[in-house]
């Protein structure tokens, strides 16, 4: 049995977002989902946070209770929404209107498998009432810097308001414990001198340097074979970020996007997972960040 007039007051009463997402057994596009979108930690830890999660089987029998105060079984429910795609979800208001159907009051629907970003920016959407605003979702998740920089950021420069001490010894590298992120930017060079891009595009394939490569799709190395999905991909990142921004990502990505699981390659303690061999010390040497970070400034797309 399910009820979604009594499951909105739930989902209001812990604060949360409802949603409903209607599936079916063997559907590879739901599994897709689950297998690639759901299980990401972000997503998995903002949907538990944030949303009050129904499923709903699109051949099922299971009584549904509309908002309206209809009942059937969910295979006709699925019907009367217009629902002809598994999985679908629908996000609904905290308050709907009355007398209507599901279909009609949600506030957005994703009709089929969505990737990563464009999943996560829609949660981020719908909790923070895009749906209200004149922006149409399509403009807020080309919008990138939004939800993976702005907000973040944002939240982060909130938090840590934190001097930059980094200007004085320009000449010296900083060590790990010395770098200061001032409102997700590190303006000066870690080692007083600009970096070199051909050594930070080795840098960034080498799997046991940067690894970038395991969680970033990189056109700019696409004779490298694996290319992971986990983080955005970095084509034309030199676009949506200062050199500042981008040496305080590649140093502690920690400070700039609260919970990420990108590690943070130059700090020397407080890794989730630390490596043996990087134990005490951090993933990559300042110098190895500098040109990183120059090499990353290479990559536009405008
Ligand atoms: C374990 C996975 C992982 C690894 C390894 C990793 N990253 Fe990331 N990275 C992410 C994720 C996830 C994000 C998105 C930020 C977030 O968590 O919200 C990200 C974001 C970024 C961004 C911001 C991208 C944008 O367009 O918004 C840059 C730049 C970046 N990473 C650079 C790097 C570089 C350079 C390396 C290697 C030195 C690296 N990353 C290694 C997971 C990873």
Not at 70 to 85: I, N
Request: charged share 25%; with cysteine.
């Amino acid at each position: 049995m399910t009820d979604l007039s009594e499951d909105l007051e739930e989902a209001n009463s812990e604060g949360k977002r409802l949603m409903v997402i209607i599936e079916q057994r063997g559907c590879i596009y739901c599994k897709k989902m689950h297998e690639e979108v759901f299980v990401v930690p972000e997503i998995r830890k903002f949907i538990e946070d944030n949303y009050f999660v129904i499923q709903i089987n699109m051949f099922g029998d299971v009584e549904v209770t509309d908002f309206d105060g209809t009942t059937l079984p969910e295979k006709e429910m699925v019907k009367r929404w217009g629902a002809l795609f598994t999985p679908s979800i629908y996000f609904f208001p905290q308050e709907v209107p009355e007398g209507l159907m599901a279909s009609q009051v949600a506030v957005a629907n994703m009709p089929g498998a969505f990737g990563r970003w464009t999943t996560f920016n829609m949660l981020n959407w719908v909790v923070e009432k895009g749906y209200s605003s004149d922006e149409p979702f399509q403009k807020y998740h080309v919008d990138k810097n939004r939800i993976k920089g702005g907000g973040m950021k944002r939240a982060i420069g909130l938090a840590a308001i934190a001097a930059m001490t980094v200007s004085a010894a320009l000449a010296e590298t900083v060590a790990p414990t010395n770098v200061t992120l001032a409102d997700g930017v590190i303006e000066a060079s870690l080692t007083g001198q600009p970096g070199d891009p051909v050594e930070g595009r080795k840098v960034f394939a080498n799997r046991k340097q940067g690894n970038c490569l395991a969680c970033h799709v990189n056109s700019d190395l696409s004779e490298e074979i694996f290319h992971g999905e986990v983080g955005p991909p970095i084509d034309g990142v030199a676009d949506r970020w200062s050199a500042g921004e981008l040496r305080a990502i590649v140093t502690n990505s920690k400070m700039v996007f609260e919970g990420t699981i990108m590690p943070a390659f130059y700090i020397d303690s407080g890794y989730e997972r630390p490596l043996e061999d990087f134990a005490g010390k951090s993933i990559l040497s300042a110098q190895q960040v500098e040109d990183v970070v120059a090499y990353l400034m290479t990559l536009k797309e405008e």
